[in-house]
């Protein structure tokens, strides 16, 4: 089983070296509905939660990709960065989790901070009523862009891609050492036979 184990951490690690680094950096938005929708019944919350969901796929918007590229002055196509950028909604929520991905840590904590930026700037024209002095809904930042975290294959952090090396190297050196085990009995049978 060690062998198995030490084999699986040597094809990780060669993959780690191969592999450039790739950071994330995560927060969270709210949409708010400081507008009109926020007299209905329900204070705005349906009309919040629908809003997310959408603005969620907005995220990777090569549009606004474009604009946090004007912003930062980068050498890069709005495809690859909305690429590196994700949105997601929890069901029934009218949170937004964010990740920017960028290739060092630094970088994915400036990407994320200019980006909420023009994020917030996007949704905010996008809901604007003429005559209102307030946009039917807003992001508001909950949880700012955090330390960035190295992400490896599949974006998963380094931890879980070495744990997960460290399992599937202790199946593989068990399931070796029950076929050895079985195939040695076997042999031990045939020459008992035989002798």
Known sequence: MLWGVLLALAAA????????PMYQS?????VRTPGDVSRVVDGGDTYARERAAT?????KSTTLA?????????????????????GKNPPGTAL?????????????????????SEYAEMVRSLESVPGLLVPRAEL???????????MVSWGLPL?????????IGLVSGAGAAVIRAVLAGTAREDAERRG
């Open 13 to 20: 690690t060669v993959m780690l070296v191969l592999q450039p």
């Open 26 to 30: 995560h927060a969270t938005v709210f």
């Open 55 to 59: 603005y969620a796929q907005l995220a």
């Open 66 to 86: 474009d604009r946090v590229i004007a912003d930062l002055n980068l050498d890069v196509d709005p495809a690859t960065l909305s690429a590196r950028i994700t």
């Open 96 to 116: 937004i989790a964010l990740s920017v991905g960028a290739r060092s840590g630094t970088q994915a904590h400036q990407l994320a901070t200019v980006f909420l």
């Open 140 to 150: 508001v930042v909950v949880d700012p862009p955090g330390l960035p975290t190295r």
């Open 159 to 167: 931890l879980v891609v070495l744990s997960g090396a460290v399992l």
